[in-house]
């Protein structure tokens, strides 16, 4: 009999799941359909390792780039391009993985990659020393992007950067993400109110997040390749530990401008003062009632405060 209860409860387990694949399915978009709707005309395309690396280059003057977060793609500095292309060249990136880009070969995501997948990005497109800005991901990269590489930065913004991930209970859930049993389910299963809750948690007001940001977020996801990204994003800081993390950011020297939402609730405003006090003559500035993404939810205020920055 008991033999007989354990095999329904399996079984019973087992329908669940198919019905739940059957009804929350969503497949890959074509990358093709894609560029129809998200590629503007100040898209261009690099080839970098073999992968097409989509940016938009605007302005002119002294070069800024821009580096956005996990689950995001280069959109999210609409905003920002808007004010910052009036008197700089503004150069912003779909990293691998995500928005149009898309996947690259690499099999484990985690900064290195990228910190040095930047250098080369830089290279291609001939520039030798820049502004960086990042937000969340993109906020890691920057910093040890600034201290691997200080020849090629003038100064740094980091807006509720990744960094000190090891206190960061959230990573457990990308670190969830991919494991055997839920791998396909993530890879596979992620209907729009899936995405709708997400941009609604990185929005300090989720009153201020449009219907066309979330159907953004949602359709590029689901472009060719890029959900795989989440199933290996738990590896992002598997290299650096607080010491590393600590070491890293004691050795940047060029200024630097820290920017967080007190209201975040992926990366709280704590770790915004640790990089403070990590970071040798930094200036910190927090955002009441700003979230996860202050550059997409704020961009004029937080852009104002860049700019004069900037120009000190």
């Known amino acids: 009999m008991g033999k007989r209860r354990a095999l329904t409860v399996v079984v019973a387990v ?3 799941l198919a019905l739940l694949l059957a009804f929350h399915w969503r497949p890959d978009i074509p990358v093709e359909k894609l560029l129809e709707e998200y590629a503007g005309e100040n898209s261009r395309f690099v080839e970098i390792d073999g992968l097409k690396v989509h940016y938009r280059d605007e302005g002119s003057g002294e070069p800024v780039v821009l580096l956005h977060g996990v689950l995001s793609s280069l959109h999210t500095w609409d905003g920002w391009t808007a004010e910052l292309q009036r008197e700089r060249r503004v150069i912003r990136l779909d990293l691998p993985g995500f928005g149009l880009t898309g996947p690259g070969t690499e099999p ?4 290195d990659y990228y910190v040095e997948f930047m250098a080369k990005f830089l290279d291609a497109l001939g520039l030798e020393r820049v502004t960086m800005a990042g937000n969340s991901m993109g906020g890691g990269i920057t910093w040890l992007f600034a201290a691997r590489y200080p020849e090629r930065v003038d100064k740094i913004v980091l807006l509720d950067a990744a960094g000190f991930l090891t206190a960061d209970d959230n990573l457990n859930l990308f670190k969830l993400a991919g494991s055997p049993v839920l791998k396909p ?13 997400f941009a609604r948690q990185v929005y300090g007001d989720p009153g201020r997040l449009e219907a066309d940001t979330i159907t953004r977020y949602y359709r590029l996801l689901r472009r060719e390749g890029n959900r795989d990204v989440l199933t290996s994003f738990g590896n992002l800081a598997a290299s650096l530990s607080v010491a590393d993390v600590q070491e890293a950011l004691a ?11 007190d209201k975040d609730r992926w990366i709280p405003v704590e ?17 009441e009632g700003a979230g996860h993404v202050p550059m997409e939810e704020i961009p004029q205020e937080t ?5 004069a920055f900037l120009n000190r």
């Open 14 to 16: 087992l329908a669940g």
């Open 271 to 287: 770790h915004a003062h640790l990089f403070h006090q990590n970071i040798p003559g930094s200036d910190l500035k927090i955002y």
């Open 303 to 307: 852009v104002a405060d860049v700019i």
């Open 185 to 197: 389910l993530v890879r596979y299963c992620t209907p729009r109110y899936l995405v709708s809750v």
């Open 108 to 111: 484990q995501i985690n900064l």
């Open 251 to 261: 050795s940047i020297e060029v200024p630097t401008l820290i920017i967080w939402g």
